[in-house]
Nanobody
Framework: QVQLVESGGGSVQAGGSLRLSCAAS????????MGWFRQAPGKEREWVAV????????YYADSVKGRFTISQDKAKNTLFLQMSSLKPEDTAMYYC????????????????WGQGTQVTVSS
C-alpha cells in the first residue's frame, strides 16, 4: 500500500519562502508520478506541479511557474516543493499525491494522497 507523509508548511508573509516534503513508501510501479495539489477554501482542488519519478521531468501550473520548484530525492523516496515569492493567493491546503503510470493534471486520477499541510501567506 502506498503511503505519503507530508511535512513542512506554515505561515509566512508575502514574498517569503517555504518548503514542503512528502515521503513515499510502498510503491512498486515501474512508472510512477508524484505531484502537489492545493485547495483553498470554497475552491476546487488544483494542480500545482507534477514529476514523473523515473524521468524527473517537471511540470508546473502557470500560476506558480518561476516561483515554485518540484524536486525529488530518489534515495530517500521523498518529493519536495520549494515555494518562493509567495503570494496571499497561494494560501491553501497543499496535498502530495501519487499515481501509477503517467502524470496528469487531473486530481481525480490520483489514487494516493497525503494528509495535507496548510500554507498561509499574509499580505
Amino acid at each position: 500500500q502506498v503511503q505519503l507523509v507530508e511535512s513542512g508548511g506554515g505561515s509566512v508573509q508575502a514574498g517569503g519562502s517555504l518548503r514542503l516534503s512528502c515521503a513515499a513508501s510502498g510503491y512498486t510501479y515501474s512508472s510512477f508520478c508524484m505531484g502537489w495539489f492545493r485547495q483553498a477554501p470554497g475552491k476546487e482542488r488544483e494542480w500545482v506541479a507534477v514529476l514523473p519519478i523515473h524521468t524527473g521531468t517537471t511540470y508546473y501550473a502557470d500560476s506558480v511557474k518561476g516561483r515554485f520548484t518540484i524536486s525529488q530525492d530518489k534515495a530517500k523516496n521523498t518529493l519536495f516543493l520549494q515555494m518562493s515569492s509567495l503570494k496571499p493567493e497561494d494560501t491553501a491546503m497543499y496535498y502530495c499525491a501519487a499515481r501509477g503510470g503517467y502524470c496528469t493534471t487531473n486530481y481525480n486520477q490520483y489514487n494516493y494522497w497525503g494528509q495535507g499541510t496548510q500554507v498561509t501567506v499574509s499580505s
